[in-house]
T-cell receptor, first 118, second 109 residues
Framework: DGGITQSPKYLFRKEGQNVTLSCEQN?????MYWYRQDPGQGLRLIYYSQIVNDFQKGDIAEGYSVSREKKESFPLTVTSAQKNPTAFYLC?????????????????FGPGTRLLVL | KNEVEQSPQNLTAQEGEFITINCSYSVGISALHWLQQHPGGGIVSLFMLSSGKKKHGRLIATINIQEKHSSLHITASHPRDSAVYIC???????????FGTGTRLQVFP
């Protein structure tokens, strides 16, 4: 089955700790995205990548880092600089990416990772 | 004021009712998305449209570019339609996708 997987489903972070959220897709999509969802707010874009070895900051990139070494994988690291990391994190992908900005085509979402701070 | 506004925020219905969820936006767009988020958190893309109307099963999405308004309709609603429905506008001057805060729908048997 083709799709997007995210792991873990729940993640706990201690103060001052970096944690990495995994996102893998086997849809052969070029573009991948990370979103953050907070209660009562719309999704906000953290980072996106339109092609391997390239990525761009979204609206709320501070305190986060990403890499895109493989087409299938787009891990997100929540660093200790992110002071309010508790949220639901969603990864998504789309076919082309380079055809337009993030939102110019249908995106396929993973099941999400809920990050909690201890 | 948010650039993408949805109404209502919460909606309850009896099984079989016709449902309408509204989305208004204040930016120029080249596409509008409707998404469905299930209680577990996973999101499914329902529609992407830039004009007119699209239909998939019991779901219908319409958009009026001049009025900057889109609607999502569900015919013959069912408890399995219970979810949060999110609209997102792709703003052409910023190449950004702006999300609404969602409409929580509960359909009771």
């Amino acid at each position: 089955d083709g799709g997007i997987t995210q792991s873990p489903k729940y993640l706990f972070r201690k103060e001052g700790q970096n944690v990495t959220l995994s996102c893998e897709q086997n849809l052969n999509h070029d573009a991948m995205y990370w979103y953050r969802q907070d209660p009562g707010q719309g999704l906000r874009l953290i980072y996106y990548s339109q092609i391997v070895n390239d990525f761009q900051k979204g609206d709320i990139a501070e305190g986060y880092s990403v890499s895109r070494e493989k087409k299938e994988s787009f891990p997100l690291t929540v660093t200790s600089a992110q002071k309010n990391p508790t949220a639901f994190y969603l990864c998504a992908s789309s076919i082309r990416g380079l055809a337009g900005g993030p939102g110019s085509e249908t995106q396929y979402f993973g099941p999400g990772t809920r990050l909690l701070v201890l | 004021k948010n650039e993408v506004e949805q109404s209502p925020q919460n909606l309850t219905a009896q099984e079989g009712e016709f449902i309408t969820i509204n989305c208004s936006y204040s930016v120029g767009i080249s596409a509008l998305h409707w998404l469905q988020q299930h209680p577990g958190g996973g999101i499914v893309s329902l529609f992407m449209l830039s004009s007119g109307k699209k239909k998939h099963g019991r779901l219908i999405a319409t958009i009026n570019i001049q009025e900057k308004h889109s609607s999502l309709h569900i015919t013959a609603s069912h408890p399995r339609d219970s979810a949060v429905y999110i609209c997102a506008a792709f703003a052409y001057n910023t190449d950004k996708l702006i999300f609404g805060t969602g409409t929580r729908l509960q359909v009771f048997p």
